[in-house]
């Protein structure tokens, strides 16, 4: 764990949204360069929301991983090759079985620099897709994140599960 000040410093946020997130806080918490991650809620109407409320597709709120990051090891376009090659950016609020706007495949930008790399780089993966296939991930400023309930904070790591169902 770095404690410098001066590192402290060196770290930036990231904010990603690519179906259930206990698989995607686990593929982004073993990269170097990471320092933190924690899931949680972004992209809704409801203050501090909870896992259930959030089920219910009601309250906008997207399942999200919140990666702290130092820019000297891993960069914010790392972490975007990361989220395109986890999940099918193509499907439309769902991934796998997991269905429901809280599934969708989202971008919350924390700077114009991480909308722009954002912006790029779905532009790249989609002109490598199949005739007829679309990205529809959302990319769009991030707002704020609430921290989702403990027993989901690195769910796959503590019960071993290989799927996003309790």
Known sequence: MMTDQHEVNRREIATFGAGCFWHVEQAFSQVRGVVATSVGYMGGTRA??????????????AEVVEVTFDPTYVTYT?????????????????????????YRSVIFFHSPEQKSAAEASKMRIEKNLKKG??????????????????????????????ACRI
């Open 48 to 61: 501090n929301p909870t896992y259930e409320e959030v089920c219910t597709d009601r309250t906008g709120h």
């Open 78 to 102: 790392d972490l975007l090759e990361i989220f395109w090659n986890i999940h099918d950016p193509t499907t439309l609020n769902r991934q796998g079985p997991d269905r429901g706007t809280q």
């Open 133 to 162: 296939r679309k990205i529809v991930t959302e990319i769009t400023p991030a707002g704020t994140f609430y921290r989702a309930e403990e027993y989901h904070q690195k769910y796959l790591d503590k019960h071993g599960h290989g």
